[in-house]
């Protein structure tokens, strides 16, 4: 039976990509915890956010259950492993996701009528809404389709959408932290950079990954016509 190789024999980039997925599972993992958790917590009247959550009604749980309900299946989405294995399992984590996403999208459609930063921000919230249930809209008729590689990839379009949420958290903290911006134009940059960020990492990436099996498979130069060629030279 063979023994399994030592972590210093594993390649490098293996490591470094589980890696990052398990990094990106436990960030997803806590926002959603945070999502859920914000809806049962107590109304803070001198925090701008609660007052105006509060006069979007019913706008703001759809949009914390459906977004923080989307960001937790985001890694059994994303695992090729349970998607092997456990097929139904995937199948129905995507049904759930999509329903997620539908219910936050159009409550975060609703949303961004009463976004901080009026009008400049609120567009951009509006616009990510509307991409984020189009594009799961698109994979989703891929899978039904029976089209895989493609259901695929833009599901993936879809979990970058998705994790806007995160790249959001991240520029604002950022933005308002160590820049020391202000708050107003920190939050409008965000609202259009977070989602738009995240689709043109997500399409490089998918590019790059399409490209990458082509460019193997490319037929190198014969041996013989370069050994030819060589022997011309030398001549």
Not at 37 to 49: H, I, Q, T, V, W
Not at 79 to 91: D, F, K, Q
Not at 112 to 132: D, I, K, N
Request: net charge positive; hydrophobic share 50%.
């Amino acid at each position: 039976m063979p023994r399994p190789l030592p972590i210093r024999d594993l390649p490098i980039r293996d490591l470094g990509r589980k890696a990052a997925s398990l990094l990106a599972a436990l960030a997803c993992a806590a926002l959603a915890a945070y999502a859920f958790a914000y809806l049962s917590g107590a109304y803070r009247p001198d925090n701008l956010f609660d007052v105006q959550f509060a006069l979007s009604g019913l706008d703001v749980p759809g949009h914390l259950f459906g977004a923080g309900l989307a960001l937790l299946l985001v890694p059994l989405q994303s695992s090729a492993w349970i998607r092997r294995r456990w097929p139904r399992l995937h199948r129905l984590g995507g049904w759930l996701s999509a329903g997620a996403i539908l219910i936050g999208g159009l409550s975060g459609l609703s949303l961004a009528r009463h976004a901080q930063g009026g009008a400049a921000s609120g567009a951009g919230f509006a616009l990510l809404a509307l991409v984020w249930i189009a594009v799961t809209a698109v994979g989703i008729g891929y899978a039904v389709a029976g089209d895989a590689t493609r259901h695929r990839r833009w599901m993936w379009r879809s979990i970058a959408l998705t994790a806007s949420a995160l790249t959001l958290r991240i520029i604002l903290g950022v933005g308002t932290g160590p820049l020391r911006m202000d708050f107003p134009p920190v939050y409008v940059f965000a609202a259009w950079s977070c989602w738009t960020f995240n689709l043109a990492v997500c399409e490089t990436l998918l590019r790059w990954r399409r490209s990458a099996p082509a460019a193997a498979a490319r037929p190198g130069p014969d041996p013989a016509d370069t050994r030819s060629a060589s022997g011309r030279a030398g001549a």
